[in-house]
């Protein structure tokens, strides 16, 4: 891999829910070059892969090369197919595994980043 640095940046990975997929390989790899490492998860999913963290399931998969585990600043729920919290159909909007989390919209991810 080509050496690059990140330290004191902070980085978005949209898609991540576990530790098999591309998203979780490039939070890995944001992580190991420094940056700080924040994901965007779909709100479904989000509790498993809560859980998944919580109970040191994919721990293994977790370990950064020089020492040290893949952690993430913030887990942030994340449906990208809707723009706004509007633009997702009633039946979302109210579905318990939706609404738990807050704004779950792109519009929703950016406000909370701001925070």
Not at 44 to 63: H, M, Q, T, V, Y
Request: glycine share 10%; charged share 30%; aromatic share 8%.
């Amino acid at each position: 891999m080509l050496p690059i640095d990140l330290t004191g940046k902070r980085a978005l990975v949209a898609g991540v829910a576990d530790d098999a997929g591309y998203g979780f390989a490039i939070a890995k790899a944001l992580a190991e070059a420094g940056a700080k490492v924040c994901v965007g998860t779909w709100p479904p999913a989000l509790n498993i892969f809560e859980n998944l963290l919580r109970r040191g399931k994919i721990d293994e998969s977790r370990k950064l090369a020089r020492g040290g585990m893949l952690e993430f600043e913030r887990i942030y729920p994340l449906d990208a197919a809707f723009d706004t919290l509007e633009d997702a159909p009633e039946d979302i909007r109210t579905n318990k595994r939706y609404t738990e989390r807050g704004d779950f919209s792109i519009a929703g991810l950016v406000e909370s980043l701001k925070k």
